[in-house]
């Protein structure tokens, strides 16, 4: 679940950068990769919110982002400590 989450978030930076990209494509592409359905997705995600895991995937899904971007631990660093909080964070880096 981390790893198509985190390709996910990849999918759509990727939309910020190529505005004329269809988000919906991507998103087919990504679930195909990794063998999912949509509804299983979906359901998948329904149960680890109600069992409150997804804090726990959605931080494993920002190391596995960090592993593919090393760029991004530093920016996310920053962020961070001008800040002070985390509301205008990406994401994955809440």
């Known amino acids: ?9 990849i999918n ?22 990794h063998h999912v ?13 109600v069992k409150e895991k997804m804090n726990g995937i959605v931080e494993d899904a920002q190391e596995i982002l960090l592993k593919k971007d090393p760029k991004a631990e530093k920016y996310v660093k920053d962020k961070m400590s001008k800040t002070g909080n985390t509301e205008n964070l990406p994401l994955l880096s809440r």
């Open 12 to 33: 759509d930076q990727a939309t910020f950068m190529y505005p004329n990209s269809n988000l919906e494509a991507g998103t087919r592409y990504v679930l195909k990769t």
């Open 37 to 49: 359905n949509s509804a299983d997705y979906i359901e998948s995600f329904k149960y680890y919110v």
């Open 1 to 9: 679940m981390a790893e198509i989450m985190a390709d996910l978030a």
